[in-house]
Nanobody
């Protein structure tokens, strides 16, 4: 099973962008999915995560109120709506999925290839 992320690109500060992640060759039924990012020279960080049901979500403090994570369990997709983007949101964004339940902040087992988001000032 592979995760395929799409939707990155260049946007001006204050703008919006939507990232999508789809599972190819299978599904991630029952477990959490999340979006991570790695900015140049920085460690990878969890941006947002969502439980299988969608009832539980987690956001990094730096994106609360600006980013929204959602998922379509029937399609096994997870989206990240990013609004009010800032230059410091510039990074490569990765979607990820768990295959055993570990909690939203636990380790993730499958990773997408990453999509670059650049926010210009």
């Amino acid at each position: 099973v592979q995760l395929q992320a799409s939707g990155g690109g260049l946007v001006q500060a204050g703008g919006s962008m939507r990232l999508s992640c789809a599972a190819a060759g299978g599904t991630f039924t029952g477990y959490a999915m999340g979006w991570f990012r790695r900015a140049s020279g920085k460690e990878r960080e969890l941006v947002a995560a969502i439980s299988w049901t969608g009832y539980s979500v987690h956001y990094a403090d730096s994106v609360k109120g600006r980013f929204t994570i959602s998922r379509d369990t029937a399609k096994s997709t997870v989206d990240l709506q990013m609004d009010s983007l800032k230059p410091e949101d510039t990074a490569v964004y990765y979607c990820a999925a768990q295959t055993i339940p570990k909690g939203l902040l636990g380790d993730y087992d499958y990773w997408g290839q990453g999509t670059k988001v650049t926010v210009s000032s």
